[in-house]
């Protein structure tokens, strides 16, 4: 079993729905929770970070970390074509030099 | 700048022969990391640098890969005697703490 596991997708969505895309994972030593968006032959973007446990917004984005079940997610409100992308949640430790662990992604389509 | 600069984009290597590819990571990121992209999404650590230092090496293969962060030069990565298995996109990130990484590019490797 991965440390990480997220829904591969796609997931298909009206332009304006609300999209939420969720990662499970197993390890407790995770104190930051990121996710990333990553357009189709480019790098990854960081979205949003998230330290413990709580509920971060930023504009359209919010980030739900639930440590007690190990369970985080993403929303997005008002979701636009240009949001199509693979999206990508990171975890890693206390230490800036630890690697980050990711979840497999998960395809989002926004159609007009 | 602002980001993680990272060359070639593109390189095409026959089975057996070198491969090297580069990366100038943010000034004043004093973390560095390696990662190889295959199977679409699955990312998988292979190095991580503290200045010039290796901070983790847990993910990578030895025998073959090698890495280098010296001070006024890129970062490198090399494989010595590439394997069709070689073939991914590898990333490279760097960080000053435990949430802000920021990726390159990337750089698409084909061994044929």
């Known amino acids: 079993q991965k440390e990480v596991e997220q829904d591969p997708g796609p997931l298909s969505v009206p332009e304006g729905a609300i999209v939420s895309l969720n990662c499970t994972y197993s390890?407790?030593?995770?104190?930051?929770f990121m996710w990333y968006r990553q357009y189709s032959r480019k790098g990854p973007e960081l979205l949003m970070y998230?330290?413990?446990?709580g509920n971060k917004e930023d504009g359209r984005f919010t980030a739900q970390v639930d440590k007690s079940s190990k369970y985080i997610s993403l929303f997005i409100r008002d979701s636009q074509p240009s949001d199509s992308a693979t999206y990508l949640c990171?975890?890693?430790?206390?230490?800036?030099?630890?690697?980050?662990?990711f979840g497999g992604g998960t395809r989002l389509m926004v159609k007009p | 700048g602002e980001e993680v600069a990272q060359t070639p984009k593109h390189l095409v290597r026959g089975e057996g022969q070198k491969a090297k590819l580069y990366c100038a990571p943010i000034?004043?990121?004093?973390?560095v990391f390696w990662y190889q992209q295959v199977l679409k999404n699955e990312f998988k650590f292979l190095i991580s640098?503290?200045?010039?230092?290796?901070?983790?090496e847990t993910g990578m293969p030895k025998e073959r890969f090698s890495a280098k962060c010296l001070p006024n030069s890129p970062c490198s990565l090399e494989i010595q005697a590439t394997k069709l298995e070689d073939s991914a996109v590898y990333f490279c990130?760097?960080?000053?703490?435990?949430?802000?990484?920021?990726f390159g590019s990337g750089t698409r490797l084909t061994v044929v």
């Open positions: 990130a760097s960080s000053r703490n435990p949430y802000g990484y920021t």
């Open positions: 390890n407790s030593a995770f104190q930051y």
């Open positions: 998230t330290y413990s446990s």
């Open positions: 990171a975890m890693s430790d206390n230490n800036a030099g630890n690697m980050l662990t």
């Open positions: 000034k004043g990121h004093s973390y």
């Open positions: 640098f503290q200045n010039e230092n290796v901070f983790d």
